[in-house]
């Protein structure tokens, strides 16, 4: 087990100087999943997935000769960047290219209007002083109304700081 945690602390440095080294543009993609409502038999929605895959990452826990496209787990990356400071930055550019993408569907896709993204947050993200207004941002730069984004939270977010969460929970559903 030592052994264990010694590769998992020493997998954690290196993603956080990959996240450090790229700064704020590395090769995230992302994966919109469908939502679809059963009963309607149609989707309604989509959830947004980001991956990141760095073309010149080079590990010696990683196979390269394998793949030549390195792929980092969102579990291990989306820790390490909450850990280290990073997922503020990180989520805000998440939220708005799956607004721009949202956009994008409701007015190019026949019977598009009413979709929405899900996007997942961060208990950092949750309690970061500026959430109300990177999300009022992200609505207002793309033109969609609040209920075109869904926000998924983990139920840890409530262990944090009440007031705080609270406050950001209410301003956000006012959006």
Sequence with gaps: TSTAM?????RSAEIERWLRRTGEAPEFTMRFEPVVNSMLRRVVGFDARLDWSDHGFTSS???TSASPDWRFAPTEFVAVAEDCGMIVQIGARVLDE?????????????SGGGLFVSVTMSTRQITSPVIINTVADALGRHGLPGEALHIQIDESVMAEDTMVVTANLSGLRTL
């Excluded at 607004?99 to 190019?108: D, E, H, L, P, S």
């Design 98 to 110: 799956s607004c721009r993408q949202v956009a994008w569907w409701r007015t190019n896709v026949a």
């Design 6 to 10: 010694t590769q998992s602390s020493s």
């Design 61 to 63: 826990s990683a196979s």
